[in-house]
């Protein structure tokens, strides 16, 4: 019979049984034995679609190690939700158009070990599946590259799935949720747990990990993992390693590779009670240390504005906020007013700011309402010359502190999320911070909440901020404790030879100025 003569309602009728689930159409059209955690996930999306509408959750999430069968697990949801409701728009979606016409390839090859019928009622190309000569019934494959690529999609029969969903942004992330506004639409995250950040992670631990059904396929536990490849990467890498976390088990990392500050860091850190601020007895103790404020200013329409009030060690919970599409001066009203609400001193605080774009004509500002203020230039020079720039010292110095437990930051996630994924690099034999450019796009938005927490945290300043439990002194020299730079100047000594040559040179010139000065 040809796909001509074969009308999808013939097909349905006489594959009924084969549409029956997922797990059915995976053992009779693709003649697969599913293993048993593609079962527990077909099962889950099955008992999901059965539950009244305003019960179900139209998510889920699977987090996995390498080889367990994920990708063929895409191919046939995407098959069993394109064939049960006609017409049915599949949208497949990786972080690059290779990976998601990775899906496709899987999908030829699975359709042709499968069912004979497959090959009749299915057309393919490079980047999308049609189904019964229509081009509207289709799975389609789509990059991840921008937001753009996936909005405008709200067909009332919408399906998402996500392959790699570690390495899509925030953004596309958000675009995909806006689409389950329609009663038949659904969302399917996969992909290996590769950082303890982001949208995927946030599936499984966060605010929002209840939306989800969440499932994690190990590849310990898999019939079709070779198991010799398991125990290599064991004796290779350790159990406990991150690699081994990742690749097999399906874990997210402790930490993500050249990140400044942990996880385990901020879960590590003292615990501060939120009433502790306003019971009396306790207010002098804790106030008698010089207070801070960190500003962080909206320069993008999508950035925030936030900033964060410190007193010694601790961040004072009723001083963090953040803000989005708020005008400069607006935020600085609403610092002053939560100061005043603080009980503060004008003396006994200063605000430090990043100068850098919209915060440099904020200076003014502060002098008028009587403040004081240290605007800070993220690219200027560090008092370390191990860093790269001011912005680097600033986060080296709170991560000293968090692993001193002298720091206590507020238990806001978006600020943990953007504090655990900002990475550094070795720039010839320097420390230097990711650009804010790179982390945006990786994070899928601005870390304008983390700026502001550590600028709170500076203690680097003209004014003398007492930091309880950190000495600047003692921190001069932190950056030549870094394993990564020091590993780096033992793999390159002639450039560390030229480059130290260059800074005497610099130095020697410096001091005859001064002299004829």
Known sequence: MTTASLSSQAFSQQFAQALADPASCAEHLFQLTPTSQQYRLFDTITYDLMKPLQEQL??????????????????????????????????????????????????????????????????????????????????QCVAAAHETNIQGMHDKGLVILMDEASGVSDAINEACESTLTNERSYLIKTGNPNFASGHFHGCFVGPNAHLYHKLQFNSEESEIVDQSNVRRLEAQYGRDSDEFRVSVLGEFPLSDAKVIITRKMLEEQPYLDAHYLVQEEHRRSFWRH?????????????????????????????????????????????????????????????YVFDATGLGNALTPVFHQQGKYCLPIVFNSAAVDRGFKNVITEAYFCLRHMLLERSACLPQDHMLWEELCSRQYKIDNDTIRLEKKEEHRKRLGRSPDRA??????FYPHTAIDIQ???????????????????????????????????????????????????
Request: glycine share 6%.
């Open 58 to 139: 139209k998510r889920a999430a699977v987090r996995s190690g390498k080889g367990t069968g994920k990708t063929a697990s895409i191919v046939v949801l995407a098959f069993w939700f394109a064939l049960t409701m006609n017409p049915r728009w599949v949208v497949v979606i990786a972080p690059t158009m290779r990976q998601a016409k990775n899906i496709i390839t899987e999908a030829q090859r699975l359709v042709d070990d499968g069912h004979p019928i497959l090959r009749e009622i299915c057309d393919f190309t490079t980047e999308k599946i049609t189904f019964f000569k229509k081009s509207t019934w289709k799975i």
């Open 290 to 350: 010089r207070f801070a404020c960190g500003i962080d200013i909206a320069n993008q329409g999508s950035d925030e504005s936030a900033f964060c009030f410190r007193s010694g060690g601790y961040a004072i919970p009723a001083g963090f906020e953040a803000f989005s599409k708020q005008e400069p001066m607006a935020v600085l009203q609403r610092a002053f007013q939560v100061q005043h609400n603080l009980g503060i001193p004008d003396d006994q605080i200063v």
């Open 451 to 456: 700026d502001a927490a550590v600028l709170a």
């Open 467 to 517: 930091v309880a439990g950190f000495d600047p002194a003692a921190f001069r020299y932190e950056a030549q404790r870094i394993p990564e730079l020091q590993k780096w100047r033992r793999d390159n000594p002639d450039v560390v030879e030229q480059l130290t040559a260059k800074r005497r040179d610099q130095q020697r010139l410096q001091r005859k100025r001064r002299l004829r000065g």
